[in-house]
């Protein structure tokens, strides 16, 4: 049977959120369905509710920072019980042939991976929906192979996050070998930044964060930075300069780079994390001089969002969060419009009203 479940929609791209009634797809033999818990609130949301990047499809539910409680297994299921800790992030499937999605990196799937909102639902015979449906809801049903374990030393609501701000950070880290003896950098203390911190910091680097202001330093040192750098401080940046064999920058407003390219040291990079549509100028000759780079990085494959996850658990680390009610997700936005948010809000779903509009 199909399940109902209730959830908060964007019917278009001017108005607030409200509540929604609709329904998942009825459970098969390879699906979990998951009482969800608890959904982060992440940035590209907003973009997709505002139709930023073109192409939104409404009613849409967002949300793909999902924690929950499995309520139900298909046939097949062979990893998860009734009652386990799981979450769900940014993709709910693949065409699982590809070379990327062979090698477990299915979020470079050469078709495109199953996004967990607003993308064509491959099940929407049993489910009745021509797009999928994201996290703001209570309840999602998903393929086991795209269901992560929550290990029990993380909180579930402050785990929410990791499943998009932990492994789009945790992604390049791994891929750019960070470790002991690393200096790294990351642009902008917000939801990525500050998990890119924690992160590094637990893997042995010496972190430093650039910023705007001095409004978050002590955050920073907090969190694991060992250094706090102030984008308009010249003498401090030319200090820094050819300092940091990567630097994470998750800012997704148009900013200046070239200056920041002057950081890294021969063969450095720049990791591109923030979802920004406008061009970002670097003059090559800032790249040649040292062998420089200038790269992006998407998310994670399933394995390494459970490393990540399992990392977290060893180490105590777990998003910065505010917990929040369904009804307060606008202003939320609103207030992440403004950086007003330290440093990830979390909806509460047992706080979800009971009455909604039915589609």
Known sequence: MPIDARAYAAFDAENPLGPWAFQRRDPGPDDVAIDIQWCGICHSDLHVVKNDLGGTRYPLVPGHEIAGLVAAVGANVTRFRVGDRVGVGCMVDSCRQCAPCRAGEEQYCVPGFDQTYGWPDRHADRSGQAMTQGGYSTAIVVDQDFVLRIPDALPLDAAAPLLCAGI???????????????????????????????????????VTVLSTSDRKRDDALRMGAAHFLINSDQAAMKAAAESFDLIINTVSAPHEIAGQVQLLAKDGTMVMLGLNTEGLPVYPLGLLWRRRSVAGSLIGGVAETQEMLDFCAEHGIACDIERIAPDQINEAYARMLKSDVRYRFVIDMSRMPKEALAE
């Open 168 to 206: 789009t950070t945790w992604s390049p880290l791994r891929h750019w070998k960070v470790g002991p003896g690393s200096k790294v950098a990351v642009i902008g203390l917000g939801g990525l930044g500050h998990m890119a911190v924690k992160l590094a910091a637990a893997l042995g680097a010496e």
